[in-house]
């Protein structure tokens, strides 16, 4: 079946703009979970979904990054104002859940800020 | 919080060899996950394991819980193998990752 699907594949924007990325779950995964990659840096956990409500927002670095799910499935991560700093890969990964906590990743958002 | 920490960093192998990777964790986890990063980087599920060992082709990975690692042993290596791997502890809400290991296997 299908995997976890997210877009752009890159969006460069300009400091100061706001950017909407976006994940598609794996159908079924009740579980969706936002990471981001820094060049040379490693893997940051932002935010974590079950069902439509976050639990833990603890790892959103400021409050310009916020995040929504909706129906249970797609979600979307906002940047407000973006900063040089916010360039990286954005991942997002699904999880079942029911029986299994394996987590599987989209291909990830390149994000260029200028 | 749980610390991860993978050795070595850095790895070279010429095609054909063995290497073994290891994942060190500082306290006591239900499950952990390895993944190859691959140069596109895209990150590809490899193994979830608890603990004992398990085995893909070429590739297995064993955990002891109790002791706190578990390692990843690549045979035979072939140049797609390159890349990064790392090791995450998996919480319900998050995954806890590793620093890495950066192989490159050269023909």
């Known amino acids: 079946g299908a995997g976890v699907s997210q877009s752009p594949s890159n969006k460069v924007t300009e400091k100061g703009k706001d950017v909407e990325l976006r994940c598609d779950p794996i159908?079924?995964?009740?579980?969706l979970y936002w990471y981001r990659q820094s060049l040379g840096q490693g893997l940051e956990f932002l935010i974590y979904?079950?069902?439509?409500?976050?639990?833990?927002k603890s790892g959103l670095p400021s409050d310009r990054f916020s995040a929504e799910r909706t129906g249970g499935s797609v979600s979307t991560l906002t940047i407000q104002r973006t900063q040089q700093e916010d360039s990286a890969v954005y991942l997002c990964?699904?999880?079942?859940?029911?029986?299994?906590?394996?987590?599987?990743f989209g291909p990830g958002t390149r994000l260029t800020v200028t | 919080g749980i610390q991860v920490e993978q050795s070595p960093p850095d790895l070279i192998l010429q095609e054909g060899a063995n290497s073994t990777l290891r994942c060190n964790f500082s306290?006591?986890?239900?499950?952990l996950q390895w993944f190859h990063q691959n140069p596109w980087g895209q990150l590809i599920n490899l193994f979830y394991?608890?603990?004992g060992t398990k085995q893909n082709g070429r590739l297995s990975a064993t955990t002891v819980a109790t002791e706190r690692y578990s390692l990843l042993y690549i045979s035979s290596s072939q140049t797609t193998d390159s890349g990064v791997y790392f090791c995450?502890?998996?919480?319900?809400?998050?995954?806890?990752f590793g620093t890495g290991t950066r192989l490159q296997v050269f023909p």
């Open positions: 990964a699904s999880s079942p859940i029911a029986g299994s906590y394996e987590q599987y």
């Open positions: 159908s079924g995964h009740t579980a």
């Open positions: 979904f079950q069902g439509n409500s976050a639990p833990d």
């Open positions: 306290d006591s986890v239900n499950n």
């Open positions: 394991i608890p603990s």
């Open positions: 995450a502890v998996v919480l319900t809400d998050k995954l806890i």
